[in-house]
């Protein structure tokens, strides 16, 4: 069905408040501009998109300047393939330098070190990401050379800045995950007519593949799951073409998407009839997210928030969350964003943060589940963006 769906893209304007914050946190770490190379860094200062990036062959690079310090306007630099242009140039950058890609002996090496070098020749630095669960998008050979052509240059750290800057979302962007939330819940609630016992697990995959595009998600790159007797073990494998039996616990998680953003979350469903121990195993999940729900308020830490969901397995005799580590993460232009709601990240909530609430649990011989919930943190009670699945196990 066709939802009513918020605008495509973003005005000017929300760009230029990005930019604006970026301009601050560098004049406070003392960088001259940040180096971006990775698809949704590019994207969120820029508006540039396109799937072309699934191709590893060809580097990408926006320059966001400190200001214009005589240099130019302010504004982003583009420093892409000229495959790109066309994309490129229906955004709000001006700025747009291009190359013949691929050209291995100089992937845009040049262009780069021509833009830098009045940097490098005041000996300013410049940021790139060199955090946890960042990377480099350019072979290190040539950022090697990059470094060694601008020998006053200095690379730092800008980790910190591009976290605290995505972490918090815009009205605007919080549309769009809560539209393509919306999506996949209605998706799911077709789970009567989507699942059935004696069903291949992959073609329960691709039926719910199916209503999520239907019910009008641009894509849904993300979906894993299981099912198993009682349970499931493993849940990023690929789907088998074993069937649904009675008694069986099926899990799907998905990561739909709307205009570049994700949705992030889970729905387990018993096919024909669901043992005790299973039943259990829902319910407390299902009180843990109660419990995050309850605590996830500005000003108390992602581990706060671990804590509180951790307490509510415990209380319902559960105490392992087995070997995922955390329960739940941020969401937004990628499936999982900072921070991690986990025993080591001291991460302050703040308002407009869009999360995910993920308990898991381990029971029976070995068996897994996992409850999750799409959420935004506002004041008082956060705003979940997901319809909030059912007190108790569903039994199709």
Request: some cysteine; charged content about 25%; glycine content about 10%.
């Amino acid at each position: 069905m066709t939802r009513g769906a918020p605008e495509r893209g973003f005005p000017t304007a929300e760009y230029e408040a990005r930019l604006t914050r970026a301009q601050q946190h560098m004049h406070r770490a003392g960088l001259d501009g940040l180096l971006l190379m990775t698809e949704p860094e590019v994207r969120y200062f820029s508006g540039f998109h396109t799937a072309f990036w699934q191709s590893p062959t060809r580097p990408w690079f926006l320059f966001v300047p400190k200001d214009g310090d005589g240099d130019g306007d302010g504004k982003p630099v583009a420093v892409i393939p000229e495959i790109g242009l066309a994309v490129m140039e229906r955004t709000w950058i001006d700025d747009i330098r291009t190359w013949p890609a691929p050209r291995p002996d100089d992937d845009g090496l040049t262009l780069l070190a021509d833009l830098l070098q009045p940097i490098a020749a005041r000996g300013g630095s410049v940021g790139l990401l060199k955090g946890h669960e960042t990377l480099t998008r350019m072979p290190l050979g040539d950022l090697e050379r990059l470094q060694n052509s601008l020998p006053g240059l200095q690379f730092k750290d800008c980790t910190e800045i591009i976290r605290s800057l995505r972490m918090v979302k815009s009205s605007l962007e919080i549309d769009k995950i809560a539209h393509i939330c919306g999506i996949a819940s209605e998706s799911f609630a077709e789970a009567p007519a989507l699942f059935h016992q004696g069903q291949p697990l992959i073609e329960s995959f691709r039926a719910f593949r199916m209503a999520c595009l239907r019910n009008g998600a641009d894509d849904v790159p993300y979906l894993v799951g299981g099912a198993d007797q009682g349970g499931y073990r493993d849940i990023i494998s690929p789907p088998s073409a074993r069937p649904l039996e009675n008694g069986d616990i099926l899990m799907l998680d998905t990561g739909a998407v709307f205009d570049g953003y994700f949705c992030d979350f889970d729905r387990n469903f018993a096919i024909g009839s669901a043992s005790d121990d299973a039943r259990r195993a829902y319910d407390a999940l299902h009180k843990a997210v109660d419990a995050g729900l309850e605590a996830a308020r500005p000003g108390i830490t992602c581990s706060d928030l671990f804590r509180a969901m951790q307490k509510a397995l415990g209380d319902a005799g559960y105490d392992a969350i087995g070997d995922v580590g955390r329960f739940g993460h941020g969401l937004g232009m990628q499936l999982t964003e900072w921070p991690s709601h986990a025993a080591f990240d001291e991460t302050v909530l703040e308002e407009n943060m869009v999360l995910t609430l993920e308990p898991s649990l381990t029971y029976g011989d070995g068996l897994t589940m996992v409850h999750e919930e799409n959420i935004v943190v506002q004041d008082g009670t956060p705003r979940l963006l997901t319809t909030r699945a059912p007190d108790h196990l569903p039994v199709l």
